[in-house]
């Protein structure tokens, strides 16, 4: 019976010091102005699919590729180093390779010149060859290092609406920005993968608000750990590797426009 009284005791000081700390933690919270919820915060998860992300289909051939253009920075441009597309005329980027994500980026000249030999911009592309797709895949220059998410959204919004003043009939696709190596991301904590990922994030999202389609090739390129595929890099751990391009141009056509 003694027994059964200390037990008892025991048990009713446990539950006064639980309802005790309890009770400290609300006042704590409410004092501070700390709300339950921030433990629940609603996320935008990078992995959540909007309607604005182009699904599996099949596959749509190289006559799909061939009706499209390529606006790109220098990590998609790599593609055109191998004998992967055969429309490589239609891969265009800056006039020096690169292609940052700034407020002059519809204007910035780029690789192609005109037949008088005059460089040219997106814009003056587009505007002379009304392509039927146009695929564009920036923001590894000069963005996701640079641009909060303000800024990166306002410059990609600045870009799509001068392509369509030009050639509203042109079905613009957004394709994600690549991740890069484990060791890149941590070298480089500007161009992270975190940063990429949440970059990824702003670009479908500005897909859902005007619009467009969003392409996550990402996802194809991606290892258990959410870095590059050391399989499909190019040694440099930003750029991709023929392996890597053939799987991008793979997706491209069994992720088609629908």
Known sequence: MKNYNTLIRILSITIC????????ATSLMFVFGVKADIYVLPSRDKDQST????????DYGDSYIYQMLFFCDSVMAGIT???????????????RGDLPLDFNISTTEVNKKDLDG?????????????????????????GVEHC???????????????IR??????????QSVFPVSKQASKSNPSRSNEKIDAANVWIEELC???????????????????ALDPTFDSGDGIRLNEKGYRAVIAYIKTHGYK
């Open 81 to 95: 180093e191998f004998d992967i597309i055969n429309n490589e005329n239609d891969v265009i980027t800056g006039k």
């Open 17 to 24: 010091i639980v309802l005790v700390a309890c009770v400290a």
């Open 51 to 58: 309607p604005a992300r182009l699904g599996t289909t099949f």
């Open 165 to 174: 003043a030009e050639s509203p009939q042109t079905h613009i696709i957004l």
């Open 118 to 142: 005059k460089t040219q911009s997106i814009i003056d592309l587009v505007k002379l060859q009304k392509p039927r797709y146009l695929l564009i895949s920036v923001g590894i220059n000069n």
């Open 208 to 226: 859902v608000s005007l619009s467009l389609r969003y392409l996550n090739t990402a996802e194809i390129l991606k290892n258990d750990k959410g």
């Open 148 to 162: 909060a998410e303000e800024k990166f959204k306002q410059y990609y919004t600045k870009l799509v609406e001068a």
